[in-house]
């Protein structure tokens, strides 16, 4: 099936420079923001107008950069909480999403990126999620009001490495 959506999701960022020097920045960054959860492919029909579920997103943390002539450091770590208004949730017996109301998760995250002049590059990066469903007289941010959403990891974590190295070949 076709079908086709278009949401415009403004975001606002603020950014302080608490250490603005020659080899290292750290920055401080804030953000909020709509965003959107698409609908499940499933109960879309042919043609139809795809509908999204609005969702507000804040995220606040620290952002460091160092630069050396061998080596580059970027490290990052914050917290975050979204809120979705109509959230989809996977139902075992009907074998698909369903609506389930508002949703609400928040967490902290961390990465890390290394790379080591021109021949290694390494990214760490971890995160922890909470994830409810508040009750329907619940709060904006009573953030653990209402079942935990199964099926949502609380951590994540991840490492990926790149190793260049040109290799000549000879007949």
Do not use: C, K, Y
């Not at 278009?6 to 975001?11: D, E, Q």
């Not at 990465?111 to 080591?116: G, H, I, K, T």
Request: without cysteine.
């Amino acid at each position: 099936a076709d079908a086709f959506g278009v949401a415009v999701l403004p975001r606002t960022t603020l950014a302080l420079h608490l250490i603005d020097a020659e080899a290292a920045h750290v920055d401080w960054l804030s953000s909020l923001g709509l965003g959107a959860r698409s609908s499940d492919a499933q109960a879309l029909s042919e043609g139809e107008d795809a509908p999204f579920a609005r969702a507000r997103a804040v995220e606040s943390g620290l952002r460091m950069r160092i630069a050396h002539p061998a080596f580059a450091f970027e490290g990052r770590a914050g917290v975050f909480w979204t809120r979705v208004a109509d959230d989809l949730l996977f139902d075992p017996e009907a074998g698909r999403n369903v609506p389930i109301g508002a949703t609400n998760r928040f967490g902290a995250f961390a990465s890390a990126r290394l790379r080591v002049t021109d021949w290694a590059e390494a990214l760490a990066s971890w995160s922890w999620t909470e994830a409810h469903r508040p009750g329907d007289d619940a709060a904006p941010l009573a953030l653990r009001d209402g079942p935990a959403l199964p099926f949502v990891p609380r951590m994540v974590g991840r490492v990926d490495a790149a190793f260049r190295r040109a290799l000549p070949l000879r007949p």
